[in-house]
């Protein structure tokens, strides 16, 4: 196995390591130590070194090459198939995942624009505490509507008779009704006092006026009706006029 | 001693030129690489050891290197590329560090 240039006291020591290390006297004769690597690195110039030497030079080469070249694209123009395909794999469901998050971002965002449409329920909201208002006396009201002026010459007008002129109106869809300067509620009551009628504890004295919000159409009818309000008034002696407003102030309120 | 001038030689190259290594030698570099590191291990154990033939050096290196790739091919064509490769890298790191291992014996007694 001795190449042609193999030091002179090489040639005997074809063992291997693991029988150099049992025989003793081979193995002193073998080079060791820094004189063993200093005779290693003797250059020979045989064609057989001279061919090692350029297979280590393109062994350094390709390295270098190699070195470099993952420096420069570390991920996917060295990976193979496979590899290529586990990626791809990963991206998308990482994408996937991405896409997840998204929606859910999406409907986040989604429900504080409702939130912020919150402004609009809050319009809303006063909007029908308007209406409650107007409905509960609290606030003044304009609109167009009636006004039922019952006059009493003979003195024949009864609390019930003003009772029911009230509830037809609410029946024919008022909204706000105003008699005299009381306001009317849901609790408004009628009693027969001396010289007038008592409403929610106040002596209103003829003539009576109604003004009524709501639709004038149809409430005008709802009093016209034969043998309605408007009928028994006449019959118990009083005096009924219906005129239809396109703007009736109610400006009486009850305290909440 | 013409082996390591050739290997800083082939360094200094390799830095100066920048090479690119082209697409199809890609997967199979690396492995080569290994394999010729394994190579020259072996060269250097068989030198201190005195049983070092130039020949065999060269026969050696060339054919591990070209074997390594081919097993890489196979692996690739066979679907089990990435596994192979790592068995490959697996097998030539151990025997590089049988080798390295015998060196030092050789060189240090320890």
Known sequence: MSGPGQTPEAPGDTTGESSS?????????????????????????TWGQLAGGLLCLVLGFAVVAQVQSTKRDTTFATARQDEL???????????????????????????LQQDAEGEAALKEARERATAYGLLAGTLPAEGPGIELLIGDPKGGVRASHLLDALQELRDAGAEVIQINEVRAGVDTYFLDERGGVLV????????????????????????????????????????????????????????? | MIALIGLAIGLA?????????????QPYLPIAIVAALDALVGGGRARLEGIFDEKVFVVSFVGNAVIAALIVFLGDQLGVGSQLSTGVVVVLGIRIFSNAAAIRRKLFGA
């Open chain 1, 21 to 45: 290390a049992s025989a003793v006297p081979d193995h002193a004769e073998a080079p060791r130590g820094v004189a063993g690597l200093l005779d290693v690195l003797r250059p020979r110039a």
């Open chain 1, 85 to 111: 395909v586990g990626i791809l794999s990963d991206l998308g469901q990482r994408s996937e995942r991405l896409r997840g998050d998204l929606r859910d971002l999406e409907e986040t965002k989604a429900g």
């Open chain 1, 200 to 256: 929610n504890g106040r002596l209103l004295r003829p003539p009576y006026r109604f003004l009524a919000i709501g639709d004038p159409h149809t409430m005008t009818t709802a009093l016209g009706i034969p043998g309605g309000v408007a009928k028994t008034l006449e019959g118990a002696g009083a005096t009924v006029s219906i005129t239809p407003r396109a703007r009736i102030a109610v400006r009486a309120v009850r305290s909440p």
């Open chain 2, 13 to 25: 190259l390799g830095l100066l030129l920048e090479p690119t290594v082209p697409l199809w030698l």
